[in-house]
Structure formats: structure tokens, C-alpha cells
């Protein structure tokens, strides 16, 4: 596996992979807000549930990176939170360096191949929030990434719940990538933003496909902006459904 390591210029502390790309960061004062835009969107999700129950809620992060979205989620959602990760020094790193909270009732690092586990019968229809980023260390392409893998993804998921994966790299990766996606879920079921500056996509994908009216999203980016500081209002420029 690659070996972890930790950069940091006295703001903004970033997690490596053995190259220089950025698998994720943390405002050092602020270690359990989202730092970077495309993590930011990956919580989207949001948009589709209801805020006064989601607490109640299940989230799961398959690929823990510098624990951005499991840290949120449990900590600023007061979510239950599964974390699925197969470098254990990244865990480690993350424990060290990133302020990523010891296992407890509401907390779970999983060490383990994320395509194995999730195909275990205690997951399967308990996810209410999957956030997907898989990435090896040159960033390329998601390691895991066909339609079957999307398929154990939804039967992962609660009636209502929904997935968001980061998709990053070329134009023909990302069509590829999503075909596979409706293939698995539909075509009605997904959401895409526009790549972010730095090229990351976020493809959102719900369990149960539902139609929403521009007004009614709108109201729920205004509540969920006001409740968690997300840039929730700005998401629905760049936001829309794939069909």
C-alpha cells in the first residue's frame, strides 16, 4: 500500500498517498467543517431528506481519506457513522493528524476491502447517506467502479437513501463511469453537479428516483445552509438531474 503522509502549512493541513495529490484536508481550526468544494457537494444528499430527522440517520464513507465527511457527519449531523477503509495507516494518519474521534455507539472504522464488506448482510439496507471515493494514489480513476459494484451500493441503501460518488479524471472516464451508475440505480434516479475547478465531479443517485420543483430544492439548500453552513444555495446552479 502506499505510505501515508501529512503536509501542512499552518491554515490547511492535506493527507497524501505517496504523491503529491491531495486524497484530503482539514482547516486546521476548524477540523470538522468540509474544507474542499467537491467534499462540500458530496454532502448533497442532504437536499433530500428531511433536517429535523437526520440525526437518525445512518452515513456511511467508503474510502476514509482525511475523514472529512465521517468527521461532519458524526460530529456536526449527529449521525451514526461507518467509515470503510482498506490502508490502515490512513486510519491511523486520520487519528493522529485529522482530529478523527475514537470508535463508539455512534462511530465505526471498518478495516477492509470496501467491496467485500459491503456485500455482508448486516449493511444491506441500513444506509441512508453513502458517500463513494475510492481513489488509488495517482488519483486516475475510482478503484472500484463497475455496475455490479454500483448494484451492491443501492442494495446497500434504505428505501429513501442516497449515494453520492466523486468522480475524477478525463471526460470518457466520467461517461463510462456514469453509464454504470444508471445501469445500476436508472436513469430518473441520478444527479450530477458540473466538475468543480479542480476537476472533480459529484454524481448523486437516490435509492427510489423522485421528482423535486426547482422552488421546493431551493427551500431545502436555504435550510440546509442556515442549520449546517454548507454552501447549499450555490450547489443548485451547478446541480441538475442527469435525464
Known amino acids: 500500500m502506499p505510505e501515508v503522509s501529512v503536509s501542512d502549512d499552518g491554515e490547511v493541513r492535506h493527507l497524501h498517498l505517496g504523491t ?45 481519506g482525511a475523514g472529512a465527511i465521517t ?16 490502508n490502515p495507516q490512513v ?25 467485500q464488506e459491503i456485500r455482508k448482510p448486516e449493511w444491506l439496507g ?21 455496475a455490479e459494484f454500483y448494484a451492491d451500493c443501492r442494495a446497500l441503501l434504505t428505501d429513501d437513501g442516497v449515494m453520492t460518488v466523486n468522480l475524477f479524471g478525463r471526460a470518457s472516464s466520467y461517461d463510462r463511469s456514469l453509464a454504470k451508475m444508471v445501469e445500476a440505480f436508472g436513469p430518473d434516479a441520478l444527479w450530477a453537479f458540473k466538475p468543480t475547478r479542480e476537476g472533480n465531479t459529484i454524481v448523486l443517485a437516490l435509492r427510489t428516483p423522485r421528482a423535486f420543483k426547482r422552488a421546493e430544492l431551493m427551500d431545502r439548500a436555504e ?12 450547489w443548485l446552479r451547478v446541480f441538475k438531474p442527469v435525464a
Open 20 to 64: 503529491p495529490w491531495i486524497q484530503g484536508s482539514m482547516r486546521v481550526a476548524e477540523p470538522f467543517e468540509i474544507e474542499l468544494e467537491y467534499v462540500q457537494r458530496m454532502m448533497a444528499w442532504l437536499l433530500f431528506m428531511e433536517p429535523a430527522g437526520v440525526g437518525k440517520r445512518h452515513a456511511m464513507q467508503l474510502g476514509l
Open 126 to 146: 441500513t444506509v441512508d447517506a453513502l458517500a463513494v471515493d475510492l481513489y488509488d494514489h495517482d488519483a486516475a480513476a475510482p478503484v472500484l467502479d463497475s
Open 71 to 86: 468527521k461532519f457527519c458524526h460530529k456536526k449531523l449527529r449521525m451514526c457513522s461507518t467509515a470503510i477503509e482498506l
Open 223 to 234: 435550510a440546509v445552509q442556515a442549520r449546517w453552513d454548507l454552501p447549499a444555495a450555490k
Open 91 to 115: 486510519v491511523a494518519v486520520c487519528r493522529s493528524w485529522f482530529k478523527l474521534p475514537a470508535d463508539g455507539p455512534k462511530l465505526r472504522v471498518v478495516l477492509a476491502d470496501a467491496a
